[in-house]
């Protein structure tokens, strides 16, 4: 399985931005829906975002909804996750992921993803 490669991570106070980014080299991200995922010490990976395959669809956990943006440039063969408004209880390890083309067009929920998890970019937003 391809294994998709995430950065932009970093520490920040809370209020603040970062970025994300995901790509994958032998892997076109645009025969996908594509999603992010993040994971904190002691819980369980959880969905944040996630774009359609047409990109004209886009859904958030409640948690950052109004805050997060998820992106992708097909043309670059990449995926983004702007955030904002930076929380503590948003610091975790975020994951990229590639999910089944007919997801994602109106839940967040029951993605299947397609493919393997590469390391992460840790987040970590200071109080």
């Known amino acids: 399985q391809e294994q998709p490669v995430e950065s932009g991570g970093g520490l920040v106070q809370a209020g603040g931005s970062l970025r994300l980014s995901c790509t994958a080299s032998?892997?076109?991200?645009?025969?996908?829906?594509l999603a992010w995922f993040r994971q904190a010490p002691g819980d369980e990976r959880e969905e944040v975002a996630c774009?359609?395959?047409?990109?004209?669809?886009?859904h958030y956990v409640d948690s950052v909804q109004g805050r997060f943006t998820v992106s992708r440039d097909n043309g670059k063969n990449m995926l983004y996750l702007q955030m904002n408004s930076l929380k503590p209880e948003d610091t975790a390890m975020y994951y990229c992921?590639?999910?089944?083309?007919?997801?994602?067009?109106?839940?967040?929920?029951?993605?299947?993803?397609?493919?393997?998890w590469g390391q992460g970019t840790q987040v970590t937003v200071s109080s």
């Open positions: 774009i359609s395959f047409t990109g004209q669809s886009t």
């Open positions: 032998r892997l076109r991200l645009d025969d996908f829906a």
């Open positions: 992921a590639a999910v089944a083309r007919s997801e994602c067009k109106t839940t967040i929920q029951g993605l299947h993803v397609l493919t393997a």
